[in-house]
């Protein structure tokens, strides 16, 4: 009887593994296929929502840096700061405003560009303490400042790392001391000095930058190639640079965040004589990485 069990038992799994045959290879080819394709039709999705994330990052980031500057010029009459404390007037914001991002030193990087910059015309992200990385930074690298961060890390010989950031300001909106009529080449009358301008919603105060910031003037000549650096006098490329998308984040000065095409930052009022419609007027103004 077991005997019969038995072979019943093997026949019956015979059966059954004859009817239930594997995957032929073409059939697990396919499969392979299908999967490949929906992996191709996700993963863009999935790149622009992490690209969408960081934008939502970097504005929050902009919204605080208003409050920190609402906060500033409230504790100095309506003022900005003076624009030469600390010997490089395009970024003194950075020591004026240090006891109020020094406990989120977070907010000086946009989640775009953490990175630095190495050598040569075109950008290249490199770690942050390489030793090829250079002052200035990019479409997606940081810039560094000649002041120690007391929260950074240090590198494996000890030594502390910069200063970074990678948003810039407007250099139009420093209060200068009265006696001062030119400030790295810009003619002081025309500053913002103050809250009270005509157009906040689109003043611009503070922005996405590959420089500690700039003071722009309608004719400056727009960047070649997207991250051209041109030095450290040429305002407009500090801020002309496809970040998000084709463009920056704005912060203006009634606080709002709004996003700018690159070509499109010739067409805002960033100081008091400011040529709205120059860039417009003239013929093959912009090059084709800012159509």
Request: glycine share 8%; with cysteine; proline share 6%.
């Amino acid at each position: 009887m077991k005997k019969l069990q038995s072979s019943f038992c093997r026949k019956a799994g015979l059966d059954l593994f004859r009817r239930i045959p594997g995957f032929t290879l073409i059939e697990l080819l396919v499969v392979i296929a299908i999967i490949a394709i929906l992996a191709g039709m996700l993963l863009p999705s999935l790149s622009k929502a992490k690209s969408r994330a960081k934008g939502a990052h970097c504005r929050s980031n902009l919204r605080q840096w208003g409050v920190i500057w609402l906060i500033y010029a409230d504790d100095n009459d309506n003022s900005f700061s003076a624009g030469n404390g600390v010997g490089w007037a395009r970024g003194e914001w950075v020591k004026a405003l240090r006891d109020h991002y020094d406990k989120k030193p977070q907010l000086l990087l946009c989640p775009v560009a953490t990175l630095r910059r190495g050598p040569g015309s075109r950008e290249i992200r490199v770690p942050v303490d390489d030793r090829r990385a250079v002052a200035w930074g990019g479409p997606n690298t940081a810039y560094d400042f000649p002041l120690n961060d007391p929260n950074a890390f240090t590198t494996r010989r000890g030594q502390s790392k910069r200063l970074l950031s990678s948003y810039g300001i407007n250099n139009w909106v420093y209060d200068v001391p009265a006696g001062v009529s030119s400030l790295q080449g810009r003619n002081t009358s025309w500053n913002w000095r103050t809250f009270d301008v005509p157009q906040p919603s689109v003043t611009p105060l503070f922005l996405d930058a590959m420089w500690r910031g700039g003071g722009p003037f309608h004719t400056d000549r727009p960047p070649r190639f997207n991250g051209e650096w041109a030095g450290y006098g040429a305002e407009s490329h500090h801020f002309a640079v496809a970040r998000h998308g084709k463009g920056v984040h704005v912060l203006s000065f009634d606080s709002s965040v709004v996003s700018k095409r690159a070509r499109d930052l010739w067409t805002i009022p960033w100081h008091r004589e400011y040529d709205l419609s120059y860039a417009n007027r003239r013929g093959n103004f912009f090059p084709a990485w800012m159509q």
